[in-house]
């Protein structure tokens, strides 16, 4: 008796699904978690009780570029690397597949993608398929056919079919997710055309989009790829182990995707720790729009690993708050941050907030409360912003902790209205500063002011504004960030006046906000 064999008869392990499931809905699962392994003599495939592969794109051009990406992909901790065909110039089936199949460092999946199906091949199906069936009896462990076609290329195989090979039958969706009973139906005709293994990317319209195929993923009785493309879509791939998915893109770098929305090998090894990814692994995330500029993930996820937590911290990109609160609403969805815009609206979607939070009027901190699944909202901002400023302004005197603020008494001017801005200027107010609120528009500047009884100022009118000498400045907009990094909401001359300047935007870290444009001017 072989290993794998030994290995497929082991128990699988119990599996459990965040989302309210029946019994009979549980034995399915439980059926669907024990995915069988591949009997491959040339190659090993560890996909052993549900484990995700790794898959590397290859999209390069030339036969030796893409064995150099091959040997890279190995070198990154790839499982599987895609050899997409169709990217290939001058492509001549036998001479390359030898070469790309028959020298492989690691098992293969061959995609030879129509350009009616968001490829680049725009010959005749006759000859794709050779190719593909060429790549079958040279070895590959894997073919793509598109489930369009898979009747004909099904019936092409039929006879020939080695022991260790799989047929990926898949579906692509590059406008929206379809609702939960047609992606079922999908599947169903995915499996009926002969797929070993089935395969559906959708595109991500809105990332409540992605429950949808979580559900069917984990409800599906043969190995599963299930992916939503897109921004959005990411947390479709990042959770893929929770849920049970088969398998996972990670291309090699920026430029190499061969989907919208693919992260890197590197980043699905090192900052989410996709291989520690199970059933159980509880979920959290920073909400914003937009997100991908956030480093809370890398900072995070190194924390969860230090710690030995058994969680992954993702970026969201949420576009209606109330809604995607309402799909992600396990008790395995443990916690959200909250950033631009989205600070005020959590007030309102949390079933208790705190006091501090609830007098600033913005949440940045959302916890799922474990006995009962109630949202909890705190508000860190002012306490980390505040902190840093007066550990800045002692540094800068030269001075240990005092009693009295260093920012008492002192003219302490926020650009911005919105939630951060709302927390310096609760945290300002409350260390006794003078508050000023700059705004692009004035009403909602004028509504803060009023709030925290401070006083009220356009953009445009801060640029001529100076009642004294050492004030403080605080960026709290996304003016600056990327990807509109040459705006800066202040003159260099206007910054003459300021002898702190506190700017929210980190990234990147040479933006032309106020921090860069001290250094870069050298104003005081």
């Given at each position: 008796?072989?290993?794998s064999?030994?290995?497929h008869?082991q128990?699988?392990?119990?599996?459990?699904?965040?989302?309210?499931?029946?019994s009979?809905?549980?034995?399915?699962?439980?059926?669907?978690?024990?995915?069988?392994?591949?009997?491959?003599?040339?190659?090993?495939?560890?996909?052993i009780?549900?484990?995700?592969?790794?898959?590397?794109?290859?999209?390069?051009?030339?036969?030796?570029?893409?064995?150099?990406?091959?040997?890279a992909?190995?070198?990154?901790?790839?499982?599987?690397?895609?050899?997409?065909?169709?990217?290939?110039?001058?492509?001549?089936?036998?001479?390359?597949?030898?070469?790309?199949?028959?020298?492989?460092?690691?098992?293969v999946?061959?995609?030879?993608?129509?350009?009616?199906?968001?490829?680049?091949?725009?010959?005749?199906?006759?000859?794709?398929?050779?190719?593909?069936?060429?790549?079958?009896?040279?070895?590959?462990?894997?073919?793509?056919?598109?489930?369009?076609?898979?009747?004909?290329?099904?019936?092409?195989?039929?006879?020939?079919?080695?022991?260790?090979?799989?047929?990926?039958?898949?579906?692509?969706?590059?406008?929206?997710?379809?609702?939960?009973?047609?992606?079922?139906?999908?599947?169903?005709?995915?499996?009926?055309?002969?797929a070993?293994i089935?395969?559906?990317?959708?595109?991500?319209?809105?990332?409540?989009?992605?429950?949808?195929?979580?559900?069917?993923?984990?409800?599906?009785?043969?190995?599963?790829?299930?992916?939503?493309?897109?921004?959005?879509?990411?947390?479709?791939?990042?959770?893929?182990?929770?849920?049970?998915?088969?398998?996972?893109?990670?291309?090699?770098?920026?430029?190499?995707?061969?989907?919208?929305?693919?992260?890197?090998?590197?980043?699905?090894?090192?900052?989410?720790?996709?291989?520690?990814?199970?059933?159980?692994?509880?979920?959290?995330?920073?909400?914003?729009?937009?997100?991908?500029?956030?480093?809370?993930?890398?900072?995070?996820?190194?924390?969860?690993?230090?710690?030995g937590?058994?969680?992954?911290?993702?970026?969201?990109?949420?576009?209606?708050?109330?809604?995607?609160?309402?799909?992600?609403?396990?008790?395995?969805?443990?916690?959200?941050?909250?950033?631009?815009?989205?600070?005020?609206?959590?007030?309102?979607?949390?079933?208790?907030?705190?006091?501090?939070?609830?007098s600033?009027?913005?949440?940045?901190?959302?916890?799922?409360?474990?006995?009962?699944?109630?949202l909890?909202?705190?508000?860190?901002?002012?306490?980390?912003?505040?902190?840093?400023?007066?550990?800045?302004?002692?540094?800068?005197?030269?001075?240990?902790?005092?009693?009295?603020?260093?920012?008492?008494?002192?003219v302490?001017?926020?650009?911005?209205?919105?939630?951060?801005?709302?927390?310096?200027?609760?945290?300002?107010?409350?260390?006794g500063?003078?508050?000023?609120i700059?705004?692009?528009?004035?009403?909602?500047?004028?509504?803060l002011?009023?709030?925290?009884?401070?006083?009220?100022?356009?953009?445009?009118?801060?640029?001529?504004?100076?009642?004294?000498?050492?004030?403080?400045?605080?960026?709290?907009?996304?003016?600056?960030?990327?990807?509109?990094?040459?705006?800066?909401?202040?003159?260099?001359?206007?910054?003459?006046?300021?002898?702190?300047?506190?700017d929210?935007?980190?990234?990147?870290?040479?933006?032309?906000?106020?921090?860069?444009?001290?250094?870069?001017?050298?104003?005081?």
């Amino acid at each position: 008796m072989n290993r794998s064999t030994k290995l497929h008869q082991q128990p699988p392990p119990p599996f459990r699904f965040s989302f309210s499931l029946s019994s009979s809905q549980c034995q399915g699962v439980c059926r669907r978690a024990s995915f069988f392994p591949l009997h491959c003599e040339s190659k090993s495939i560890p996909h052993i009780h549900g484990m995700t592969l790794l898959c590397v794109p290859l999209v390069a051009k030339s036969v030796e570029q893409m064995m150099a990406d091959m040997a890279a992909a190995k070198a990154h901790g790839a499982d599987v690397v895609e050899i997409r065909l169709d990217h290939l110039s001058d492509f001549e089936p036998r001479r390359d597949l030898q070469l790309l199949v028959g020298d492989r460092p690691l098992p293969v999946l061959v995609t030879y993608r129509p350009k009616w199906e968001g490829g680049e091949y725009e010959g005749d199906d006759k000859q794709r398929f050779e190719a593909l069936c060429l790549a079958m009896e040279l070895g590959a462990e894997y073919v793509d056919v598109e489930l369009k076609v898979a009747d004909d290329f099904v019936r092409l195989i039929s006879e020939k079919k080695p022991d260790n090979f799989k047929l990926i039958i898949s579906s692509h969706n590059y406008q929206s997710t379809p609702s939960s009973e047609e992606l079922s139906g999908l599947v169903a005709r995915i499996q009926a055309a002969g797929a070993d293994i089935v395969k559906i990317a959708t595109t991500a319209v809105d990332i409540v989009d992605v429950t949808r195929m979580f559900q069917v993923i984990v409800h599906c009785q043969v190995p599963m790829i299930g992916l939503v493309m897109g921004e959005r879509g990411l947390v479709s791939r990042l959770l893929c182990p929770k849920f049970g998915g088969y398998l996972t893109f990670g291309t090699l770098g920026v430029g190499k995707e061969s989907a919208p929305g693919q992260p890197t090998i590197s980043d699905l090894l090192n900052v989410y720790n996709i291989r520690q990814i199970g059933a159980d692994t509880k979920f959290f995330g920073i909400v914003g729009k937009p997100v991908g500029h956030s480093k809370s993930p890398v900072l995070l996820n190194a924390a969860f690993k230090s710690a030995g937590f058994d969680a992954v911290y993702v970026p969201l990109l949420v576009d209606d708050l109330v809604s995607f609160l309402n799909a992600y609403s396990s008790t395995d969805f443990a916690g959200f941050s909250c950033t631009i815009p989205h600070k005020e609206a959590a007030v309102r979607c949390c079933d208790k907030v705190d006091p501090v939070a609830k007098s600033i009027g913005a949440v940045n901190t959302i916890i799922r409360r474990p006995s009962d699944g109630k949202l909890i909202g705190y508000n860190t901002d002012y306490v980390g912003a505040i902190s840093a400023i007066e550990d800045g302004i002692r540094g800068s005197r030269g001075v240990g902790k005092e009693t009295v603020s260093p920012l008492a008494g002192k003219v302490f001017v926020i650009i911005g209205a919105g939630g951060a801005g709302k927390a310096l200027a609760y945290g300002a107010k409350e260390k006794g500063a003078k508050v000023v609120i700059a705004n692009r528009t004035y009403e909602r500047a004028r509504e803060l002011a009023n709030l925290i009884g401070g006083h009220a100022l356009t953009l445009s009118e801060l640029e001529t504004f100076h009642p004294e000498d050492g004030m403080i400045l605080a960026n709290t907009t996304s003016i600056g960030m990327q990807p509109n990094v040459n705006e800066t909401p202040i003159s260099k001359q206007a910054l003459g006046s300021y002898s702190v300047v506190f700017d929210a935007v980190y990234t990147p870290k040479a933006s032309n906000g106020p921090i860069r444009t001290i250094h870069k001017f050298d104003c005081p």
